[in-house]
């Protein structure tokens, strides 16, 4: 494989693997909590957009999965707020129980089969650059680049931005100023499971077969992007996403000179570049450190 | 939890004072359960004692989780990970052939080592981040060992997984048939044997672990959890005793691993995912962070409710079966234990420990207010 052909498959994996890391990154920027839900979030995505597919188009299959997604994450952190607020580690172990419910339910539905979104761009290729790439994987790479445009504009010029910034930065002042904190974590659920299900949806395109019941931990993929980047830095979800999608395929693509490392090294290449990278800089590249006042 | 705590050992030493007998209550409720527990394999049939083992190994891994997530507040999710290093280093170690040929009860000892050893040389990563961030890191492990049990294959035996070599002291099977002998009538085969192992691992998990948390170590991690630089301030070298947590838990983890392989009797890497990671963390939660009777209780109905339910619906047809995309009983019961931990957190985050405590007070309290009563 050529190099200029493995960045590119690479950035592209990393834009769909940023999307996912920036979308457990609202989600814990808004609530302080670590939605481990979110790998179900994402699936239900999927499989509502499958569903629908067939009979409204794709688009607008994978406009409604991605509300459904949206829908479903607003409802967790409805559920998630009924516990006693404070304790973040308990209401992320909450989430954990969440996601037993829903791996349990979508596992049932998936059974043994693979779930395809019935896109319009099927297996075609296109040549970049004198390299051979899915068209699947391009428009994964451009959708992936405007959602994260689109984000960033939106928490940098708008006033519902500024609203969801100010409330992440310090949430009892930004109360104190009338911002709905309910208003605010919905939001950042919402948003969070809309952007994981269209990370969702591009997976499982070609050259993917699917998404079998497993799919949820495709999610967990992207917790070295987030880990790498920063718990608490969307700009660190994306630099760490294109980090690991890079990694990820390189190493793939070298696996057969890599055959002493064994089978599918690819695959968890990311979470042993986020193990050495804990070494050297536990809070992440754009983290914020911990400091403790006393 | 630590809020309520005073006015609860208030109430309890009033009532204590009131009615001096009761002290007496609780040996004797510990006496009465250790007699059932050591006569209950004259009673039950083959699979009941299976699903008792395989749910005291359980409980073993699980006390040393909560001793991390609920005494020492870090969070972890790579305990399937460490009970992977003591099933497969016990396995290693004990065989005769492909393997160390130690003797079973050295190779046991080696097991929990090892994995309290992998404990350690995470503990570089592991001491350095709280609680949510160790938890988010720790899945890392799970997969790098999902990927190390498919492919250090003359050690696990790769996909396939490997038999392991029954428990024995000098010649005496602890987890297999021989010699043969019987007990008032009922014979004593491999699983009547590995329930009294499980049982005795158990009791020695418990006291090992409660010698743990009531004593300094315990004090210093509830310190470390409530308000790290005041521990620091007094003198608890923070980063010593974070690693020192999750080296003790990784030993917890890798005891259950040892006793779940000896139980199985064969090894495969899907035993040890992220579901059995998830699972720990369930037993833990459901039973009450950081309580070592919770975690027994909560480890018994997370490994137990599924077999049971399965035994039960076979021959019911409540539910659907395995394989059909119905109803089958481990959806089922993922779906009871999901919403068992979202209904405990919302209304009671202490777990059953804490429910059971409150019903505890309100059977003596009710005893108090009539001893009151009385002049």
């Known amino acids: 494989m050529k190099l200029i052909q493995v960045i590119i498959l690479g950035l592209s994996l990393g834009a769909i693997y940023g999307l996912i890391a920036l979308s457990f990154v609202t989600i814990f920027k808004g609530t302080k909590v670590f939605n481990l839900a979110q790998g179900s979030v994402m699936i239900v995505g999927v499989y509502v957009t499958a569903q629908l597919s067939g009979p409204i188009g794709f688009f607008g299959a994978a406009a409604a999965g991605i509300l459904a997604a949206a829908l479903l994450a607003a409802i967790l952190d409805r559920i998630v707020a009924l516990a006693p607020r404070g304790d973040h580690l308990v209401l992320t172990i909450l989430t954990v129980g969440l996601d037993i419910i829903l791996v349990a339910e979508t596992s049932r539905l998936i059974g043994t089969k693979f779930v395809t979104v019935g896109d319009p761009w099927g297996s075609q290729t296109i040549t970049l650059l004198g390299a051979t790439v899915p068209v699947t994987r391009v428009v994964a790479l451009v959708v992936g680049l405007v959602l994260i445009a689109a984000f960033f504009l939106v928490f940098r010029k708008t006033r519902f931005g500024i609203r969801m910034r100010a409330s992440s930065a310090d949430p009892e002042t930004a109360a104190l100023m009338g911002i709905s904190q309910r208003s605010v974590s919905l939001s950042a659920w919402a948003i969070g499971g809309g952007m994981a299900a269209v990370a969702g949806i591009f997976l499982a395109m070609f050259p993917n077969p699917g998404l079998d019941s497993s799919g949820h931990l495709l999610a967990f993929h992207a917790i070295p992007a987030v880990i790498i980047g920063g718990l608490d830095s969307s700009e660190g979800a994306i630099l760490g996403g294109l980090i690991v999608g890079v990694t990820q395929t390189v190493v793939t693509s070298y696996a057969s000179s890599l055959r002493f490392l064994g089978e599918g090294i690819g695959d968890i290449s990311p979470y042993i570049l986020m193990i050495l990278f804990l070494l050297v800089r536990p809070s992440g590249i754009f983290g914020t450190k911990e400091l403790v006042r006393v | ?85 003591g099933a497969y280093g016990y396995a290693f170690l004990a065989a005769p052939e492909n393997g160390a040929a130690w003797p079973p009860a050295l190779a046991a000892l080696g097991g929990i080592v090892i994995a309290a050893f992998a404990g350690l040389l995470f503990s570089p990563v592991a001491a350095r981040l709280r609680g949510l961030y160790l938890g988010v890191a720790s899945l890392g492990l799970v997969f790098i060992g999902q990927h190390l049990l498919k492919n250090l294959v003359p050690v696990t035996g790769g996909v396939n997984g490997r038999s392991v070599t029954p428990f024995d002291i000098f010649g005496f099977q602890l987890s297999g048939g021989s010699p043969a ?15 009294y192992l499980a049982l005795f691992s158990l009791l020695v998990a418990i006291y090992l672990a409660n010698g743990i948390i009531k004593r300094r170590p315990g004090r210093a991690f509830t310190m470390i959890r409530d308000n790290q630089a005041a521990a620091s301030a007094l003198g608890i070298n923070v980063q010593q005793y974070k690693a020192a947590a999750f080296v003790i838990s990784s030993a917890f983890a890798g005891g259950a691993g040892v006793l779940t392989g000896l139980a199985y009797a064969y090894l495969t890497p899907q035993n040890f995912g992220l579901g059995l990671s998830i699972n720990f963390l369930a037993m833990v939660l459901i039973g009450g962070l950081g309580s070592v009777g919770g975690a027994v209780v909560g ?77």
């Open chain 2, 1 to 85: 939890m630590s809020k309520t705590s005073i006015p609860d050992a208030v109430d309890a030493s009033a009532v204590r004072l009131a009615r001096p007998t009761s002290v007496w209550t609780r040996p004797l409720l510990i006496a009465v359960a250790l007699v059932v527990m050591a006569v209950l394999p004259l009673y039950l049939d083959a699979q009941m004692l299976k699903i008792g083992s395989w749910s005291m190994a359980a409980a073993v891994g699980a006390i040393g989780l909560t001793m991390l997530v609920g005494t020492a507040g870090q969070l972890s999710l790579a305990h399937a990970f460490f009970a992977a290093v």
């Open chain 2, 181 to 195: 002998f019987s007990v008032a009538g009922v014979p004593f085969g491999a699983q009547e044997r590995m329930w």
């Open chain 2, 299 to 375: 480890a018994v109905i997370v490994t137990a409710t599924p077999l049971l339910l399965a035994s039960f619906a076979a021959g019911s047809n409540l539910l659907a079966e395995g394989g059909s995309g119905g109803y089958e009983a481990g959806t089922v019961s993922s779906i009871l234990f999901g919403a068992l931990i979202v209904i405990l957190i919302i209304v009671e985050p202490g777990g059953l420990a804490r429910l059971g405590q409150r019903l505890w007070q309100r059977v003596r309290g009710a005893g108090v207010t009539s001893t009151k009563g009385t002049p």
